[in-house]
């Protein structure tokens, strides 16, 4: 790289460590002689084309650390997804304050934004080193085996329903959870991992990777409904018909569009509203209730992975690695080796820009309404140390004596 200034942006929706990216990233930054500034661009892409920077070189070390704990994106985000031209004036402000490497940590429409950079730097014949910093809560990033975030969110979805079907086991009844994942299943999967006795919930898991079906889901509720007297149930918010439409689309008069053009899916509590209303009516189970988790599972404070934190604080910092002493672009990756170890490798932009992962076939059950032991085998490393448990009287029942007579 030559003499310059190194600039960091977070993109997306927020985690609970990707400020630890964050940190890896400036911290190793600024132990490089030829780095002449570190600068973080608040509210992502948005704050490059409007200048609005923030010298993280001048923050302490300890505050730092402080802000590398803490979840959300602390320099602020976007939901801007930049075109070309969008592009071309990204580069103009980078020339203007010879920036010279610039980290963008966020998800595939992130890695895309980079690679149309990097492309009229080159263009413009101007040195330029861009690397993309991998962040997303649905783990739906090619090449990585787990993306820094996934871990924690999946810890905390894991945790609520394990507490929400100690509630359904206390107060019998239908409860329908909705998680994030327009088109990757990955994090509704984790609430398997709340699991510790053979009746415990959730006993339905729908996720985008398979069909949805009003019918067959109508039946599958009231047969465990019958058997065990309750059923708690965890829905992706993107689920969908075999025609891929969401279901949210084909059965609700109440739509919303994100920023991006795409039907709100998240947030609105329709969903929830939809299928509870669908069993209250056709299954005639009076105690039926429906929660939309939304953003709780991005930045929960105190329900955060370890394994989580140390690797997003390793992405960060082997991105300026990568880029410092190899002098390399392109977007960092997480492999997994042994039983549970990691190495980062750095594959080119594309590998990544614009594509989505989803769950492979391996990870869930041949109804579709379940996930496997391989998918329990890969998540539990990720969750971290500590996870909590639940445990139920053992005490035998006393004889009745009235009922006998």
Known sequence: MKPGKVLVAQGGGPTAVIN????????????????????????????????????????????????????????????????????????????????????????????????????????????????????????????????????SAARFVASAFAGINLDNRALPGVYVGVVMGRHAGFL???????????????????????????????????????????????????????????????????????????????????????LTNAIRTNLGIKRVRGDTFGYLQRSYLGVVSDVDQREAREVGEKACQFALWNGASGTVTIHRSGHYAVEYRLDPLVAVAGKTRTMPDLFINSQGTDVTDAFKFYLTPLLGSGMPESFRLRAPRVPQILANQ
């Open 20 to 151: 630890q990216s964050l940190v890896g990233a400036v911290l190793e930054a600024r132990k490089f002689p030829r780095v002449e500034r570190v600068y973080g661009a608040l509210y992502g892409v948005r704050g490059i084309i409007d200048e609005e920077f923030l010298d993280l070189t001048q923050e302490t070390t300890h505050n730092l650390e402080r802000v590398a704990a803490t979840p959300g994106s602390a320099l602020g985000s976007t939901r801007d997804k930049p075109d070309e031209k969008y592009c071309e004036e990204i580069l103009k402000v980078l020339i203007a304050h010879n920036i010279r490497c610039f980290f963008y940590i966020g998800g595939n429409d992130s890695s895309e934004t980079l690679r149309l950079v990097e492309n009229f730097a080159k263009r413009a014949q101007y040195e330029l080193i861009t690397i993309h910093i991998p962040k997303t809560i649905d783990n739906d990033l090619m090449v990585n085996d787990h993306t820094p975030g996934y871990p």
């Open 188 to 274: 509704t999967a984790a609430s398997a991992l709340g699991r510790k006795n053979r009746d415990d919930g959730p006993h339905l898991i729908y996720m985008p990777e398979r069909n949805f079906e009003m019918g067959p889901f109508l039946n599958e509720v009231k047969t465990i409904y019958d058997k065990l007297g309750r059923c708690v149930i965890a829905v992706s918010e993107g689920i969908h018909d075999v025609q891929g439409t969401p279901i949210l689309s084909t059965m609700s008069n109440i739509l919303e569009k994100d920023a991006h053009g795409n039907v709100q899916l998240s947030g609105t509590g329709a969903l929830a509203d939809l």
